[in-house]
């Protein structure tokens, strides 16, 4: 048996390396199959449009709530998934 039998283990230790490199690079970036915005969009630009009119104002920090907020009003906001028991 030669010395030489062993070297392919040795070699196959950098090779898968660089091997799960290339694989983990292609599976993450996917640079194949990327979309490219700046070349494959076409964007029409049109003049801004809008108006100056007022619409309120406010000034300071005089309220200590926004109006409409729903902070208390817990059962409101949060809603139970479809489907789920009710576990009181």
């Known amino acids: ?7 392919w ?3 196959l230790g950098p090779a ?3 091997g799960l490199y290339w694989a983990l690079y292609r599976h993450y970036r996917n640079t194949d199959k990327s979309h ?9 630009a049109q003049p801004v449009t809008g108006s100056e009119h007022k619409v309120g104002e406010v000034k300071g920090t005089r309220d200590q709530s926004i109006s409409g907020d729903n902070v208390s009003a817990f059962r409101k906001r949060v809603r139970r998934a479809a489907g789920r ?3 009181r």
Do not use: N, P, W
């Not at 490219?36 to 029409?44: D, P, Q, R």
């Open 16 to 18: 898968g390396a660089a």
């Open 36 to 44: 490219s915005f700046e070349h494959e969009t076409e964007v029409k």
């Open 9 to 11: 283990l040795l070699a």
């Open 1 to 7: 048996m030669s010395d030489d039998s062993g070297l």
């Open 85 to 87: 028991a009710d576990t």
